[in-house]
């Protein structure tokens, strides 16, 4: 898959600090499929210290494990339904109801982490998505997110 799960959010839906691609002041986070699992690649800029050199803000690291479980909501619940993002009717949106993150490590700036997505179950309009967050394969952070899926 070469398009973004965020490529496929409606323009009036893309203005999103963390992923909205019409958002140029955002960081623009990019969500990937990876088999039954998600993926997204990210290198957090040194602007955003935590304070302690060469480590990451809590917030930041938090903000890219949101967008990419409502992302990673998404694609499950679409393909849930037994079809692909970007086939056949507007893809679902979901927003953030509950994230729960656990700080393991500190996350390096200035090195590619990944943030991975895992569904753990899917129920009516929730969906609970088990999210990690690594550098140089050492998890920094965890994550649990309640995605709802938007009343239109
Ligand atoms: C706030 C939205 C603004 C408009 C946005 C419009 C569309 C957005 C669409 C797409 C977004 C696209 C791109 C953005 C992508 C990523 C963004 C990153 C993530 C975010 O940054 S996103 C912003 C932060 N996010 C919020 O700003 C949410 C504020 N919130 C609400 O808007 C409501 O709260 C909502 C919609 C969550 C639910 O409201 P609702 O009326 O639709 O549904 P209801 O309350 O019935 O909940 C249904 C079932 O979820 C259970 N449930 C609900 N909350 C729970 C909780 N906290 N813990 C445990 N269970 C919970 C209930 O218990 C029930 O469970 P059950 O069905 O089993 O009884």
Same mark, same amino acid.
């Given at each position: 898959m070469t398009r973004a799960i965020q490529? +496929?959010?409606?323009?009036?839906?893309?203005?999103? /600090? *963390?992923? *909205? $691609? @019409? @958002?140029?002041?955002?960081?623009? =986070?990019?969500?990937?499929?990876?088999?039954?699992? %998600? !993926?997204? $690649?990210? %290198?957090?800029?040194?602007? +955003?210290?935590?304070?302690?050199?060469? @480590?990451? +803000?809590g917030g930041m690291v938090a903000s890219l494990i949101d967008c990419h479980g409502t992302a990673s909501a998404a694609a499950f619940a679409c393909r849930a339904q037994g079809h692909e993002l970007g086939e *056949?009717?507007?893809?679902?949106? /979901?927003?953030?109801?509950? =994230? %729960? !993150?656990?700080? =393991? $490590?500190?996350?390096p700036v200035g090195k590619e982490v990944t943030i991975t997505g895992r569904l753990m179950s899917l129920e009516g309009r929730k969906v609970r998505v088990a999210l990690a967050l690594a550098a140089g394969g050492t998890v920094c952070a965890r994550g649990e997110m309640l995605a709802v899926q938007f009343r239109e």
């Open positions: 490529d +496929y959010y409606p323009e009036r839906f893309s203005h999103c /600090f *963390g992923c *909205g $691609r @019409n @958002n140029p002041h955002g960081h623009q =986070l990019k969500s990937y499929w990876k088999g039954d699992e %998600t !993926i997204a $690649r990210f %290198t957090i800029a040194p602007m +955003y210290s935590g304070g302690v050199p060469g @480590n990451a +803000y *056949g009717a507007e893809p679902v949106r /979901f927003v953030t109801a509950s =994230l %729960t !993150i656990d700080y =393991l $490590r500190p996350t």
